[in-house]
């Protein structure tokens, strides 16, 4: 764009152009008629819809002009909506300063009369013009003046209109996203409480044996553990009910969390094996995250690390680090690891690596697409690296 047609805060109006996904768009009939209409008014044989971005002006609608865009350093229109006027008009461009070199006054298309009036969205932004162009020198009456900026003015209304259109269709894609995440979501749920309750029947077909036996401070310990799991349970099953009803929690309904007191909470809700270490970060990190969201996530990564690990003594590390815009975690285990063919796959829905756990039973294939739709839904992403044999890291960034 030529310096003098320089717009203030031009990222923002650019911005704003793009929020309409109207460049390169085909020809509409609705914008057509416009252009017609503009053309018959003024009585001129060239009407334009242009549409200026950082690097051309592009014509939605370009009657009596084979051109669809021409370079922004030849628009009129760029002048036209950096001069903040609601309306400029172009007696005699050939004695213009601005444009008496310009190709498209020099050259076949031979302007010589230019009126554009600014297309100006609700935010204030000038998008581009609807303009009318001759060969002839000459001027606009008022009722012609006063005709073009009510025809602007509709097709102002019309790119609102189709902003809006887009985003609704983007908001229904959206809930229909949350609708299968959802489903998903109750379907791993089930199968994520399957393991503490597992947990809390193991101890209470433990405790019914020493309790018919004798009591001690053994059997406290049981009791104990059966509580914790049991409350712990209660309160994940209903941060789920409430991330059911409302999905855009996960996003909004964020809180302070103890990352390692979370982490111990994970632990045990899974069942865990004596042989079994889980290493923490050494030190004690604050977290403003969404607790369910990463409670469900840790839950199916430690599930995972301990059900596919064949070692003597198995471990799971955790790692954690930040910057100003993400939390860095590292879950590394030492297990049965992750074939290189499978690394991009194994996060699909329903993908399987068709081998059993240490208990003798096949994975469903939804824990790891479910831990990938919460980070996506977190705004992070998630990556692992693994060696058969020797183990398996997952890498995530969630986004602050």
Not at 153 to 176: F, G, M, S, W, Y
Not at 199 to 205: A, D, E, I, P, R
């Amino acid at each position: 764009m030529p310096s003098t047609s320089q717009q203030k805060n031009e990222e923002e109006r650019l911005n704003a152009l793009d929020s309409y996904h109207i460049l390169d768009t085909i020809e509409e009939e609705d914008f057509d008629e416009l252009t017609l209409l503009a053309s018959t008014i003024c009585n001129t044989p060239i009407a334009l819809i242009s549409l200026v971005d950082a690097k051309r002006q592009w014509f939605k609608s370009h009657r009596g002009l084979n051109a669809r865009e021409t370079p922004v350093e030849q628009s009129f229109c760029a002048h036209a909506i950096a001069s903040y006027d609601d309306i400029m008009v172009v007696t005699d461009a050939k004695h213009d300063e601005r444009f008496a070199d310009n190709p498209l006054v020099t050259g076949d298309t031979n302007i010589t009369f230019y009126a554009g009036v600014p297309l100006i969205n609700e935010d204030g932004y000038a998008l581009g013009s609807l303009c009318v162009i001759d060969h002839h020198k000459r001027a606009l009456t008022d009722e012609q003046a006063k005709a073009l900026k009510i025809i602007a003015k509709q097709v102002v209304d019309k790119l609102e209109l189709r902003r809006k259109v887009h985003t609704l269709e983007k908001l229904n894609q959206e809930i229909r996203d949350s609708n299968v995440f959802i489903q998903k979501f109750a379907s791993t749920a089930a199968h994520d409480i399957k393991n503490p309750l597992s947990s809390v029947l193991l101890t209470s077909q433990a405790l019914k044996i020493r309790l018919e036996k004798l009591q001690d401070e053994g059997c406290k310990r049981l009791v104990d553990l059966n509580i914790t799991s049991t409350r712990n349970l209660i309160v994940l099953l209903d941060e789920m009910l409430a991330y059911s009803k409302k999905p855009s929690l996960l996003l909004t309904d964020k809180k302070q969390i103890n990352l390692n007191e979370t982490l111990t909470k994970v632990s045990s809700l899974v069942s865990t094996p004596s042989n079994f270490k889980i290493q923490m970060p050494a030190e004690t990190h604050i977290l403003n995250i969404s607790s369910v969201a990463i409670e469900q996530i840790f839950i199916n990564l430690f599930t995972n690390a301990i059900r596919y690990n064949d070692k003597e003594v198995g471990i799971l590390k955790i790692a954690f680090d930040e910057d100003d815009e993400f939390y860095k975690f590292e879950i590394e285990d030492n297990g049965i690891g992750i074939a290189e063919q499978h690394h991009h796959k194994i996060f699909n829905n329903n993908f399987t690596l068709k081998i059993t756990d240490r208990y003798n039973e096949k994975g469903s294939g939804i824990g790891l697409s479910t831990v990938k739709e919460l980070v996506k839904a977190l705004k992070g992403s998630i990556y692992l690296k693994s060696e058969i044999g020797t183990g398996t890291t997952f890498y995530i960034s969630i986004k602050k």
